[in-house]
């Protein structure tokens, strides 16, 4: 695979599968408000998907289905942490989760703005613009959340449940080596990691909120990155397809003769 | 807690008022007025408010301009000429018989 073909699968799929589960919430949300500005948030992240797959699409021969509907689940390279179900109910767990997220997002646009390979270049701007928001809006709910016990109790079982998936952020995949060597992203995984680490563990920390120190996290055996997947995404991966393959595409419907 | 929403289109242009925002405090407020007021329509700024610190006085407080019949100062009784000799005098005869029918007509 070619490295800039490699980066935007991993940028795509994160998008894609983060939008799906922000979704979820639509008319669920605490109040038609929050559900307004989640739903926003999930149509800009669709919106960046698409421009990441319509440029797999134009590079590099993809069509659609292959790309989403026809795709194996074991072949997307999505972070663990944007496949996870969402706990019934839990606002923190989509709040904490969109900020681990879009944290490690910014950084990871930053290393792409000089990108070798200019169509990713040129689209990161617009991507930034949007991105703005949701770190506002993901900001915004923590340090409310964070302002009574019981609240910043929920926002500290999310970061406990989530940070050890946050950190499949930055696994590498196997065209890691040739992704930087070509210029694609100018910063290694281990730095932007390393980068995010300084910036969410001093803001989760001053919110009262303890993060795991990062060696001893035990990692989730799913890395994500390499097409190994929590049982959730399997699931949510059968869902998000199913009108497609309803839709039976292999069998086209006969308005005339023996099959109509 | 309400928020009353004003959206100003282009930079000069008033803040109207376009709807309003639940939010708890300033931050959120402007937080969603931006999705729900500010997405859709081309929007240059927007004000947020507490409905509560806003006052208002309406007909059934006061009678606005006092209880003196001033239909006078409309020159609709003059209109029985045809004016569409100039444009400005027909608009404005229009704009004048518009205030006169909010009014309950004279």
Same mark, same amino acid.
């Given at each position: ?9 991993? @940028? ?36 960046? &998907?698409? @421009? ?13 289905? /292959? ?6 689940? &074991? ?28 944290? &490690? ?5 930053? &290393? ?61 995949? =196997?065209?890691? /080596?040739?992704? @930087? ?29 303890? =993060? $795991?120190?990062?060696? /001893? ?5 799913? @890395? ?27 069998? $086209? ?8 | ?9 282009? $930079? ?95």
């Amino acid at each position: 695979m070619e490295p800039a073909e490699a980066e935007l699968f991993r @940028l795509a799929d994160d998008e894609y599968v983060l939008a799906e589960r922000y979704t979820e919430w639509q008319i669920y949300a605490p109040t038609p408000e929050s559900d307004l500005a989640l739903a926003n948030i999930a149509q800009d992240e669709f919106g960046h &998907a698409r @421009l990441w797959y319509d440029l797999l699409e134009e590079e590099y021969g993809y069509d659609e289905p /292959d790309l989403l509907w026809e795709r194996d689940p &074991a072949d997307f390279v999505h972070s663990t942490l944007v496949e996870l179900e969402t706990p019934e109910g839990d606002w923190a767990d989509t709040v904490v989760r969109g900020y681990l997220y879009d944290a &490690a997002e910014r950084l990871r646009l930053e &290393a792409l703005e000089d990108s070798s390979f200019e169509p990713i270049a040129d689209r990161v701007p617009k991507v930034q613009g949007e991105e703005e928001y949701h770190r506002e809006h993901a900001q915004s709910w923590l340090d409310r959340l964070t302002d009574s016990a019981d609240s910043r109790e929920r926002v500290q079982a999310a970061v406990d449940q989530l940070f050890p998936h946050a950190m499949t952020l930055f696994a590498p995949t =196997v065209d890691e /080596d040739e992704i @930087l060597d070509a210029g694609v992203r100018s910063r290694s995984l281990a730095d932007l990691r390393e980068d995010w680490l300084d910036e969410v563990v001093p803001y989760l920390d001053s919110l009262g909120v303890a =993060v $795991p120190d990062p060696e /001893d996290v035990v990692r989730p055996e799913p @890395l994500g990155r390499d097409g190994s997947h929590t049982d959730d995404w399997f699931d949510l991966h059968d869902e998000f397809t199913a009108s497609y393959r309803e839709l039976g595409f292999d069998e $086209p419907a006969e308005l005339r003769g023996e099959n109509a | 807690m309400i928020w009353e929403v004003f959206r100003q289109e282009e $930079p000069g242009d008033r803040h109207t008022h376009c709807g309003n925002v639940h939010a708890p405090d300033e931050e959120m407020a402007t937080l969603f007025a931006q999705v729900q007021h500010g997405r859709r329509m081309q929007t240059n700024s927007l004000w947020v408010a507490p409905k509560e610190e806003i006052g208002e006085v309406d007909a059934d407080d006061t009678e606005f301009g006092g209880t003196t019949d001033k239909s006078y100062r409309w020159a609709i009784t003059y209109n029985n000429i045809d004016a569409s000799f100039a444009e400005e005098v027909a608009e404005s005869e229009a704009d004048q018989e518009e205030h006169a029918e909010k009014r309950g007509g004279t």
